[in-house]
């Protein structure tokens, strides 16, 4: 713990001086990553490779092995992230609002860094290099800790991030703690001294152990039970081809919708066809009583299926009797990330709006869209699901705190 | 600790109520509130002096006694924040910005609840006043848990109000946890399926144990170690004007001044007069060894000195070499409330303001002015001296949460 101590020291006062750095300094850190990245790519695919070796070895999940693995032109496309990050808009020291207070004071709210973030997350290097770029963009430094099945790649991607920045902003801005016990978790969580925010990055067990163990204040983010309702008004060839994107364009992410909720007017006539398209495109459907009994195929859901976060081509389905109904189901079983409803009917889309409290709450549109980049705020550090601080798509603005500067002249109370 | 998870399962189904209530009930609810607390002055007025008996029989400290002692006034400026708060523009449901995003969708981000707030305090009953009323306002149910010595007052309070509200809004919206011993609070603290927030608002003891102990998301508020710095350039007629304003005018609250830097040039000049008037106000002077060298009546300060939240007419007085030595003291010593530099000179202002990331930074003015109602935010729940969520004064804007309402036609990625 005294090596983990020591790191967590060095990481926050490289902090204070990112804190002051000028924006010019900061871009040409992440061009300088960007750079060193695609020069060094050999490097980081040797130690990729060795990180895919033991994987195999260990039967880790095709999937999952698609998500450590590594080739020059994700090498590229990681670079290609850096440099976009290096175009955006500097997030730190902008006046958010100026006003004259009653006592003529000029109060300015204006943006500042949060200062040290920790970000644990699992096997995908991506991140390693996502979570860097974007807190050296929002003058935060960064501790980062990823799944120790990725720690060859993660190692090898943070000392060519260390080396490119050294020239413009400090190497310690950027630290990786390699020790994968959970013990060293639990430490890393207890040091509100040293850490101002803790983020999260992966699946549910992760997200949970870290909320319910961190001292340190934590963002929570990324779990999706995704829902979407088909109303009774629903054109139904917009409904199916929403369920399909939503479904299986990306099965394995966030974003992607888990439970369907049909109305009963409508299952007969929409669930059959919907179901085969599923069915060819590998989806397994768990259903209520009344789905199985419309589609023999399926197979009965229990309880558990309607709170999973299947990231799988697996598809809860239940017939409801009314919008009322679904919305009760849906406040239930959500972890709050994004919910839909296919409707024509306008009062069940204002009811819906409404009543649904959920980051991202559609109408006539795929959950996977709840996304920085198609929000329109660039490189995101995750999707946060929790009320605090912030909500949905978490971009550089996320990432910032800020202060009230307070000009006077002799004013007094 | 069953009766507190019963009463914390009540108000949160009442937040779920209180989420869809109207903008008018939540009104009707506070002016009843209002009303009620005027009308039944004299059951609050008995209950009090069962407390301040109690607390005169515990030999409880003059300031303290004040804090908790009541009488028709105080009752009525109580009643009169409330329905103040009544007129204040309503948080819930608006739409902070609004924009297409490149799929065309139509994306808003609206204003929604946190939901079920814990609200831990010490002995001043017109926190408990005023903390359901923000809440309500904010459609929040609020979990309130008060100092004992204050238990008979806060329960005829909390009584009233919820009689007020009852029939506009539910009544559980508001309830009071009466158990006072630590074992209870590091109950509360760990329910986050019941409590989306804690604010504890009180010394530096209660906050720091709630925000150590708290699985709970926290919101630290109000612990001020405050610093003036007077620069050799400083309007030393204004300097002392805020001194004397900064530490004196209230010497209880957080936002007021307890530790003042001199630079070392005008330090001979300055101290004296100052001194003088700080005596003839009462005010004990723990200072450096240079400022006992010119205040030979001032005690000598130790290290704790430089850390303490007085609250009192007590004042930490160091000389300093320079403007660097003296952002370099409060870096070190600051709470994150309030700082202010007096100076003459534009650059030591500017490298002021970028070098000092508290809540609020001041040149030339009092630190005094950290506060809701100065800054036009209306009546605040606290001041926050943490990074995430919210920053300095909080009002009813920063005890809501957002989310994103997409408005589709059919989009699919």
Do not use: W
Not at 37 to 55: H, Q, R, W
Not at 315 to 341: F, G, P, R, W
Not at 357 to 373: K, L
Not at 374 to 390: D, P, R, V, W
């Amino acid at each position: 713990m005294e090596e983990i101590l020591n790191i967590l020291k060095r990481t926050k006062y490289a902090s204070s001086i990112l804190s002051g750095e000028s924006k010019d300094n900061k871009n040409l850190a992440l061009r300088s990553i960007a750079d060193l990245l695609v020069k060094e790519k050999d490097k980081i695919l040797s130690a990729n490779i060795l990180d895919i070796e033991n994987g195999r070895k260990n039967n880790m999940k095709d999937s999952l092995i698609d998500r450590l693995y590594l080739d020059s032109s994700r090498i590229k496309s990681m670079a290609g992230s850096v440099l976009s990050i290096a175009e955006d808009n500097d997030p730190i020291g902008n006046v958010e609002k100026s006003f004259y207070s009653k006592a003529g004071l000029l109060i300015s709210k204006v943006t500042i860094p949060i200062g040290t973030i920790g970000i644990i997350y699992e096997a995908r290097p991506n991140v390693t290099v996502d979570a860097a770029a974007l807190c050296i963009k929002s003058s935060n430094s960064v501790i980062l800790k990823g799944g120790k099945e990725a720690l060859n790649s993660n190692l090898a991607l943070v000392n060519i991030i260390r080396e490119a920045i050294g020239k413009y902003i400090p190497e310690d801005c950027i630290n990786y703690i390699s020790t994968s016990d959970r013990e060293a978790l639990s430490f890393i969580l207890s040091q509100r001294d040293y850490l101002d925010l803790i983020i999260p990055r992966g699946g549910a067990g992760l997200i949970k152990f870290v909320a319910g163990n961190s001292k340190v204040p934590v963002i929570e983010t990324g779990v999706g039970n995704c829902h979407i309702y088909v109303d009774e008004s629903a054109d139904l060839n917009m409904a199916e081809n929403i369920i399909i994107n939503a479904k299986t364009q990306r099965p394995g992410v966030c974003n992607a919708m888990e439970t369907l909720l049909v109305h009963k007017n409508i299952a007969d006539k929409f669930l059959p066809s919907l179901g085969k398209k599923l069915s060819d495109k590998n989806v397994e459907i768990r259903g209520c009583e009344k789905t199985v009994s419309i589609l023999k195929y399926a197979k009965l859901a229990d309880e558990e299926d309607y709170y999973k976060e299947f990231l799988d081509l697996i598809l809860a389905v239940k017939v409801v009797d009314s919008i009322e109904d679904a919305i009760a189901h849906i406040q239930k079983y959500t972890t709050n990330h994004s919910e839909a409803i296919i409707t024509n009917d306008y009062k069940n889309s204002k009811l819906f709006i409404s009543s649904i409290n959920s980051s991202a709450v559609y109408v006539n549109a795929s959950t996977r869209f709840t996304d920085g980049g198609e929000f329109g705020f660039g490189a995101e550090i995750g999707i946060s699901t929790q009320k605090l601080h912030a909500r949905g798509p978490m971009g550089l603005k996320e990432l910032t705190s800020y202060k009230y500067v307070i000009l006077g002249n002799g004013e007094i109370r």
